[in-house]
């Protein structure tokens, strides 16, 4: 039966209500050791990357990274060196050159992220002292050594820097509509971008509200094991997502939001928005409607992660590296003050070949397209955004 109503940020509330009332009334399709024999999948996920609210209260120290004013000084004469040099932002993980002890922590950042906790903050810079071209290059700069690979984030593969805005709060009552929730300033659900490693550098933060909280799809895999697998059977189904865009150019996705390698690696590519719609953007009817099943699925996935979620510990001048294939993220709504933008954050795509984290053969198409080459003859042909445009936004992909 098709669903009713899907609304893309649930009130806590109602949420709450409703999967209480889901889990007490389901009806297990299969046992857990039936669904791993069917789909391969593990038992639970025994990681570091697996951690409750209280488990990462504890270790939150563990997932920071203070720069010291040495390695501040380091960073900005690497950058003016690289600026002098007028190479280019692309070849930069060859040319971004550090002393050997922040070389070694920002490697500790990447090993944080893919076999930590799965997400760090960077504290210690002051975007104010840049302009904009240098504050990219120390974040580009920082970047290549956590994780040197840049991703597409746009629709036309060619953009490798997003700026995060309330570009709604700029725009038409009729242009508002039709943003995509990340470039509101309303809450964002749990997601994922869909990338490997997700950076956000806070050039500037909002007046109040826009936390952004992280949660452990790791620990969200081993409560929905141990409580509801027929969520996990659901979610590792094939969706048929909404693109809200031209469909003779961007075509409706089709693909899971769980995804298992053959070695039992596990990954989320998960939204709501691809199904809720969100404002002026609605779910084509004409798509197969969202079952039932699904909504139980993205509600369980809502209640989960918000239970154990705690916010980022970070704040103007911060960067955040997330593993996005094992951690989701969402955002509070916020409030700025003053005229013009405020709330604005550097988003970045990164991967780290040398992790050898391993792909499940259903995200390896969307792999290709964000890190693969995007010219006939092989090449990245990467474009850098270094100041916001209006309308920018209006080419991201994933955007909450």
């Not at 609304?7 to 299969?30: G, H, I, M, T, W």
């Not at 025994?46 to 920071?64: F, G, T, V, Y």
């Not at 697998?229 to 693109?243: A, F, I, M, N």
Request: charged residues 25%; proline residues 6%; aromatic residues 10%.
């Amino acid at each position: 039966m098709a669903a009713t109503s899907l609304p893309y940020y649930p009130p806590e509330d109602q949420l709450a209500a409703r999967v209480k009332f889901l889990e007490s009334n389901a009806s297990p399709v299969v046992d857990s050791d039936d669904l791993k024999q069917k789909m391969k999948l593990p038992r639970s996920l025994e990681s570091p990357l697996a951690w409750s609210r209280q488990d990462i209260e504890k270790d939150m120290q563990q997932c920071i990274l203070k720069l010291s004013n040495s390695d501040v000084i380091a960073l900005e004469e690497a950058a003016r060196d690289f600026k002098e040099k007028s190479i280019p932002l692309s070849n930069i993980a060859e040319n971004f050159v550090l002393p050997q002890e922040l070389r070694s922590s920002l490697r500790h950042v990447s090993d944080q992220c893919y076999h930590g906790r799965g997400f760090a903050v960077i504290k210690g810079l002051e975007p104010d002292k840049y302009s904009p071209e240098l504050g990219v290059i120390i974040y580009a700069g920082i970047a290549a050594h956590v994780a040197p690979q840049h991703g597409f984030l746009d629709k036309n593969r060619q953009k490798v820097l997003c700026h995060v805005v309330n570009a709604a709060g700029e725009a038409s009552a009729s242009d508002a509509a039709q943003k995509s929730p990340g470039f509101t300033n309303g809450p964002l659900a749990f997601h994922t971008d869909n990338c490997e490693i997700l950076a956000l550098y806070a050039l500037d933060v909002a007046t109040t509200g826009g936390e952004t909280f992280v949660s452990s799809s790791y620990q969200l895999f081993n409560e929905l094991a141990e409580t509801r697998p027929e969520v996990l059977q659901t979610l590792s189904d094939y969706w048929v997502l909404d693109t809200f865009k031209d469909y003779s150019q961007f075509p409706p996705i089709t693909r899971p939001m769980l995804h298992v390698s053959d070695g039992g690696e596990v990954m989320f590519t998960y939204s709501r928005f691809p199904m809720a719609g969100f404002k002026g953007r609605q779910r084509n009817p004409e798509l197969s409607p969202v079952s039932e099943a699904q909504v139980a699925a993205m509600d369980a996935v809502q209640y989960i992660l918000a239970k154990n979620a705690v916010p980022l510990p970070w704040g103007k001048g911060d960067i955040a590296f997330i593993n996005d294939m094992a951690i989701m993220h969402a955002r509070s709504s916020f409030t700025e003050s003053g005229q013009g933008l405020q709330r604005h954050l550097l988003k970045f795509y990164l991967r780290d070949p040398a992790q050898n984290w391993q792909l499940p053969a259903s995200a390896q198409e969307h792999w290709d397209k964000i890190y693969g080459p995007n010219t006939p003859d092989g090449r990245r042909d990467e474009k850098w955004c270094i100041k916001y445009e209006t309308g920018q936004e209006d080419d991201w992909n994933s955007n909450g």
